[in-house]
């Protein structure tokens, strides 16, 4: 059974950090690109950053560049995401997905990942 599985998320004051943990179980994770989505309360789930199958390429959003760094350990079957300079807007649901499509390049577009992990909370409260 392929299953993805979030932790590391909590309560962080702004400022503060967090490292969120994927692992994954059932497949191995270096034959698929990986992504980390954010659902906010009351909004749609929308891309954070994703990574290809090496840790070639990268990308990030727009508000979350320069302050967050996703990784993978093909090793461990763990894909990260480092959280520096926490902000309340960041506050929500993060989950991350596995994507086998065939690219160099990874998307942020969630309909491109077939499988999601439950999701780990994160607030971002004083």
């Known amino acids: 059974q392929l299953q993805l599985v979030e932790s590391g998320g909590g309560l962080v004051q702004p400022g503060g950090s967090l490292r969120l943990s994927c692992a994954a179980s059932g497949f191995n994770l270096d034959a698929y690109n990986m992504g980390w989505f954010h659902q906010a309360p009351g909004k749609e789930r929308e891309g954070v950053s994703c990574?290809?199958?090496?840790?070639?390429?990268?990308n990030y959003g727009n508000s979350v560049r320069g302050r967050f760094t996703i990784s993978r350990d093909n090793a461990k079957n763990t894909v990260y995401l480092q959280m520096n300079n926490l902000k309340a807007e960041d506050t929500g649901v993060y989950y991350c997905?596995?994507?086998?499509?065939?690219?160099?390049?990874?998307?942020?577009?969630?309909?491109?990942?077939?499988?999601w992990g439950q999701g780990t909370q994160v607030t971002v409260s004083s």
């Open positions: 990574i290809n199958r090496n840790g070639g390429f990268r």
């Open positions: 997905a596995s994507s086998d499509r065939p690219t160099f390049t990874c998307s942020q577009e969630k309909h491109n990942y077939g499988t």
